[in-house]
């Protein structure tokens, strides 16, 4: 059983893709294609986290070929709750794509790719071994440097030109690191590079570890390293940017988290220090970046920025509450700037524009679409009782318990300045009457605006739920932040032997006595 | 290319090459060789006939478009992944039955995949610049 339900989260995409990819011709047959794919995937997804919930850490090995040698697929509670997050977006993004990408020449090849894309991120997630982690970060980039090109126009060409340039090189910069890591312990298992890096001498550490922030800290677009996101975001179609806001970013990030918690030790290999200045920096450059811009796709796409620095910011402090905070803020950030994103889309629809000066109007026109903007606006700021909030309320928590002061003021001060840029899309976009030379609403069909707003309606419901039912989803987060930081019960499961199920203790106690 | 000795051997080079290319395939589970590197000496081989004929002399003597080729190709593979997950084995684990086993149906997998989209490139750019 658990040799299926393993592999579907990437099986299922792959054969949605390539099924998507043969109904070239018939939209509606590769539309119906890729939902069945999706809702498919979102089954698979809540079967696998009930499964590890219950039956504790799932590993499967590929061919048969035992860790360290094979290449293992581990679900942990980590590794499930982000694919179940990932299918969700999954299929609001399918959803809002069949509307939004109608008119594209190309749509069921942006079905596939999505799908393809999808399977990458869903292999990030569940992979144990490091050197398929880079095979499934390139699969990622393959699809999404296709899904920019797809008939693009000389601006998006130029964006995609960027983005490809600076994903490379950290790809390449994450397989040096890997080569010269195998090079070092002779190994690529993760749970088995655990007790291997220790070994090393320091300086490697220090170097192969620094080659891995790096190529890691370009992915999650951390704070020097950022450009190529907002230099590329914003020309793409409004479905395919809200996937890439909602996923790449944060693989990156997931990257760095389980890197440096389960094979490096981020205290011992030196690099906590610079770790934090780059929070701090990442939030800010993000949010004073978003306040000087004018579009709202630009603004969101700087927000990005701001946000991954919270989640960086849970990383570097590196005690088992800041990374609950981070692992919290990355599902509660998936979910809130997606939707974001669609009604961006949603807005530039309608009228045409995503520049807040050309619009306008949109309270008096739409007042639901209002209320659906403000809730993960507000959760986005950090308003209570919103998801947001509590992400924040948790990483700033643990800065303040480890007398990071200055970094805990940086991160207040960059959720005030992120209300600043919402409620300027606020009254720009919905407060402020319709501008006298701006081109009438378009008006949609009724199946048309259902297919836009079911998904940002059931984003919406989804951060008001995280944000009511916080206990058992900080259980989880604390649970798998535990589990990280104590990786005895992963490595035991991963190189115990059998391939069919291991148990280990949901409760953070049994984890802390290591009780395998 | 306008050779006559070019443009009729490149006939006789191509199937010798095709040949070859389903040998390399059909020992790469146990031998050097595979669906892959297989894949690529099957994409020169048309490609030579490319260069001897036109584009769309390929076109019809492969029947089939290349983008069906390559995902053909990609269901075949992942395919003869899943079948030994119906035999209670982990997923892509080889199946054997003689000589001939699941790992033979995932390189034939392959080989369509890498002759369908490298073939696809290689004409398009073709006919791009002619």
């Not at chain 1, 001498?201 to 677009?221: N, Q, V």
């Not at chain 1, 209002?370 to 606006?377: D, G, N, S």
Request: glycine share 8%; aromatic share 12%; charged share 10%.
């Amino acid at each position: 059983m658990m040799q299926w339900l393993l592999v579907m989260p990437i099986f299922i995409p792959l054969l949605t893709a390539t099924a998507c990819a043969f109904s070239f011709r018939k939209q509606s047959l590769s539309s119906v294609i890729s939902w069945t794919g999706a809702i498919a995937n979102l089954l698979v997804a809540i079967l696998l986290i009930q499964t590890v919930i219950s039956n504790g850490l799932q590993v499967t090995a590929f061919g048969d070929w035992k860790a360290p040698f094979g290449i293992v697929f581990v679900a942990d509670l980590l590794s499930s709750s982000m694919v179940l997050i990932t299918a969700i977006i999954g299929i609001a993004i399918v959803l809002y794509s069949t509307a939004d990408l109608r008119s594209k020449p190309f749509y069921a090849i942006y079905h596939s790719l999505i799908h393809a894309l999808l399977a990458g991120v869903m292999g990030s997630f569940l992979t144990g071994d490091i050197f398929n982690l880079y095979v499934f970060f390139e699969v990622m980039l393959i699809t999404s440097f296709g899904l920019m090109v797809l008939g693009a126009n000389k601006a998006q060409i130029d964006a995609a030109v960027k983005y490809v340039v600076l994903n490379l090189i950290s790809t390449m910069v994450f397989l040096l690191a890997i080569g010269l890591l195998y090079g070092a312990t002779g190994t690529l298992n993760m749970a088995d590079l655990h007790a291997k890096v220790a070994e090393l001498p320091d300086t490697t550490m220090m170097l192969i570890s620094g080659l891995f922030l790096f190529g890691f800290a370009i992915k999650a677009s951390a704070f020097p390293v950022f450009s190529w996101l907002p230099a590329s975001y914003h020309h793409l179609p409004s479905a395919i940017v809200a996937l890439y806001a909602a996923l790449l970013t944060k693989v990156g990030v997931y990257a760095l988290i389980r890197v440096f918690t389960i094979v490096f030790d981020l205290v011992d290999s030196g690099y906590q220090p610079l770790l934090i200045v780059i929070a701090g920096l990442t939030m800010l450059t993000g949010v004073l970046g978003a306040a000087s811009q004018f579009n709202i796709k630009r603004i969101l796409s700087f927000h990005i920025i701001s946000q991954i620095g919270y989640m960086l910011m849970g990383l570097a402090i590196y005690t088992p509450l800041a990374i609950t905070g981070a692992i919290f803020y990355i599902i509660h950030h998936i979910i809130v700037k997606a939707n974001l994103f669609l009604i961006g889309g949603f807005l530039k629809r309608k009228q045409g524009s995503d520049n807040l000066r050309e619009l306008g109007g949109a309270y008096s026109a739409m007042p639901w679409l209002a209320l659906l903007f403000l809730i993960p606006a507000f959760s986005l700021a950090g308003f209570p009782p919103l998801s947001g909030f509590w992400g924040k309320f948790l990483v700033i928590k643990a800065s303040l318990q480890t007398e990071e002061y200055l970094l805990a003021a940086t991160a207040l001060f960059v959720g005030l300045m992120t209300i600043y840029s919402m409620t300027k899309i606020w009254a720009e976009a919905f407060w402020k009457p319709l501008p006298e030379n701006a081109p009438a609403p378009v008006t949609l069909s009724w199946k048309e605006n259902c297919l836009y707003i079911t998904p940002i309606a059931a984003l919406a419901v989804i951060t008001i739920l995280i944000g009511f039912m916080v206990e058992p989803i900080y259980q989880l987060a604390e649970t798998s932040a535990m589990n990280l930081l104590n990786p005895q019960p992963y490595i035991n499961a991963v190189l115990g032997g059998d391939s069919i199920s291991h148990t280990a203790p949901l409760s953070a106690n049994g984890i802390a006595g290591g009780s395998h | 290319m306008s050779s006559i000795i070019f443009r009729t051997s490149a006939h006789i080079v191509t199937v010798l090459m095709l040949v070859f290319s389903v040998y390399l395939l059909l020992r790469g589970h146990n031998n050097p060789g595979g669906g892959f590197i297989a894949g690529l000496i099957a994409v020169i081989a048309f490609a030579l006939l490319m260069l001897a004929e036109t584009t769309d002399y390929v076109r019809q003597r492969l029947v089939y478009s290349p983008a069906a080729f390559a995902g053909s190709g990609i269901l075949i593979a992942l395919l003869a992944g899943l079948l030994p997950l119906f035999f209670g084995q982990p997923f892509l684990s080889g199946l054997w039955w003689g000589k001939i086993g699941s790992p033979l149906l995932f390189d034939i997998g392959i080989y369509l995949a890498v002759i369908g989209s490298v073939l696809m490139v290689l004409l398009n750019v073709e006919e791009e610049l002619s």
